[in-house]
């Protein structure tokens, strides 16, 4: 009897020690490794096949290293540069807009000028490939490196995902860093993205991403002002 109950006890436990065990990250596959390619082949693989992303994500904000604010977004992105994001805070929907051709629309919740920014960089945190024709090309050891006037952006070569990016705008210097590859129905991103502006970083966490969603007429309709 004492043995059958040690030789329950220690496979219990082992199976604890299994279960508990940290699970292995898994890694994009290197589907470029040790592959030369041109700035004109990278826009292609990395953009051809997207359209539009749907995303949900938790997004945390902090002003001068303190913690300013805390929300739930519900992101529409589209090419070529249309944003329509649902901002949630204990559930309840505060802010609800588009951003058509460069223009805020604000459907619901107090119209704010910010509101312009942290949809645009999304857009551009995602969809970093665009506007990119104009660029240059650097080789530096296992990244690709793509410059142009307005920004620069640090690609992993095996991978072809982003490390970070750098751009000009009017507001200041805004940096973006990539985190935490995950895959979604054989579709590779990042996970995390930290966006630096002046005195705010903004950390977006991607719950769900939904690559090339069905798209409707209301997805970005709007008053036309």
């Known amino acids: 009897m004492l043995k059958k109950l040690l030789k329950y006890f220690s496979f219990s436990i082992l199976f604890i020690f299994i279960a508990c065990a940290p699970k292995p990250k898994l890694l994009p596959p ?15 693989k990395a953009g051809s096949s997207l359209d539009s992303l749907k995303a949900i994500s938790n997004i945390t904000v902090e002003k001068n290293d303190k913690h300013f604010s805390t929300f739930n977004a ?25 951003i058509r051709d460069n223009i805020l629309y604000v459907l619901s ?7 312009k920014t942290l ?13 990119l024709q104009e660029s240059i090309l650097t080789v530096r050891s296992d990244k690709y490196v793509i410059s142009s006037l307005l920004k620069e952006i640090y690609l992993d070569r095996d991978t072809l995902l982003p490390l970070k990016q750098i751009i000009s705008s009017e507001q200041g210097l805004i940096i ?25 970083k903004f950390s977006v ?12 007429e209301s997805d970005f309709k709007v008053e036309e002002n």
């Open 109 to 115: 919740g107090k119209k704010d000028l910010n509101l």
């Open 30 to 44: 290197p589907l470029y490794k040790d592959t030369a390619l041109s700035l004109e082949e990278i826009i292609l």
């Open 205 to 216: 966490k991607l719950k769900k991403l939904i690559k090339n969603p069905s798209l409707g």
């Open 176 to 200: 973006m860093t990539y985190e935490e590859p995950k895959e979604t129905d054989g579709y590779w991103y990042n996970s995390i993205i930290e966006i630096y502006l002046n005195e705010f």
């Open 74 to 98: 519900s992101s529409l992105i589209k090419k070529p540069d249309w944003v329509h994001m649902r901002v949630y805070q204990l559930g309840l929907l505060v802010r609800d807009f588009v």
């Open 119 to 131: 949809g645009r960089e999304m857009h551009n945190a995602i969809f970093w490939w665009e506007d």
